[in-house]
């Protein structure tokens, strides 16, 4: 399977420990995104790299959020002293940076996070 | 800021029957709109794009900005056309993250 990878595909936690998810994106893909999706709710942008740069971050990455894509391969989101509210699934998507044509994003299966 | 509204969360129709899933946008440039799908234990994958104007699987969109919406279309439904369908946008001013909408789940009655 060439497509974006994530692991694990399930996490069960307790509050106040930390997790990390990781994402192998599609080998020639340059742009790289992280986004949580609740129940009834459409996926909400995190944050997203282009190579090993994180160029944008949204507001709701709280300071227990951190990304990394050390050397623009892959990519790992941490979250640090989980609350029940971060019980979600995580998705992460890549892209290649078109100059024209559109900006077509491949998706994971996600990461399914409870928190106890 | 942009907002993508999908105003049905449920839609029922029967095999053969044309299908429409509403889309409207808030944007105040030109965006990118796209229809997302994710079929059953299956995940996100693109089904059209405005930019392209393809009709993929049968299902067209039309962008109207007068009205700002990018409905989904489809003259006749199948029963594999049961899936979840996400609207989203993303603006033309650099900014490369993707706003979807709350999806609406369509399933087709055989």
């Given at each position: 399977d060439t497509g974006v990878s994530q692991d694990p595909r399930h996490k069960i936690t307790k509050r106040g420990q930390n997790v990390t998810f990781r994402c192998?994106?599609?080998?020639?893909?340059n742009r790289l995104y992280?986004?949580?999706?609740?129940?009834?709710?459409?996926?909400?942008?995190?944050?997203?790299?282009?190579n090993?740069?994180?160029?944008?971050?949204?507001?709701?990455?709280?300071?227990?959020?951190?990304?990394?894509?050390?050397?623009?391969s892959f990519s790992t989101l941490?979250?640090?002293?989980?609350?029940?509210?971060?019980?979600a699934m995580y998705l992460c998507a890549s892209s290649f940076n078109e100059l024209a044509g559109g900006r077509e994003q491949f998706f994971g299966p996600g990461t399914r996070l409870t928190v106890l | 800021a942009q907002r993508v509204t999908q105003p049905e969360k449920l839609l029922s129709v029967f095999k053969g029957a044309?299908?429409?899933?509403k889309c409207n946008y808030s944007y105040s440039g030109s965006p990118e709109l796209f229809w997302y799908v994710q079929y059953s234990r299956q995940r996100l994958q693109l089904l059209l794009r405005?930019?392209?104007?393809?009709?993929?699987?049968g299902f067209t969109a039309d962008l109207n900005k007068g009205e700002t919406s990018f409905h989904l279309k489809k003259p006749f439904a199948q029963e594999e056309d049961s899936a979840m369908?996400?609207?989203?946008?993303?603006?033309?001013?650099?900014?490369?993250?993707l706003t979807f909408g709350t999806g609406t789940r369509l399933t087709i009655i055989p």
């Open positions: 192998d994106p599609i080998s020639e893909h992280w986004y949580r999706q609740t129940l009834g709710q459409g996926p909400e942008f995190l944050t997203y790299f282009q090993e740069a994180q160029l944008e971050k949204s507001r709701l990455l709280s300071d227990r959020f951190s990304a990394e894509r050390p050397k623009g941490e979250i640090q002293r989980t609350e029940q509210g971060d019980s | 044309p299908v429409e899933l405005h930019i392209s104007r393809e009709s993929i699987k369908y996400y609207c989203a946008l993303i603006s033309n001013f650099g900014n490369e993250k």
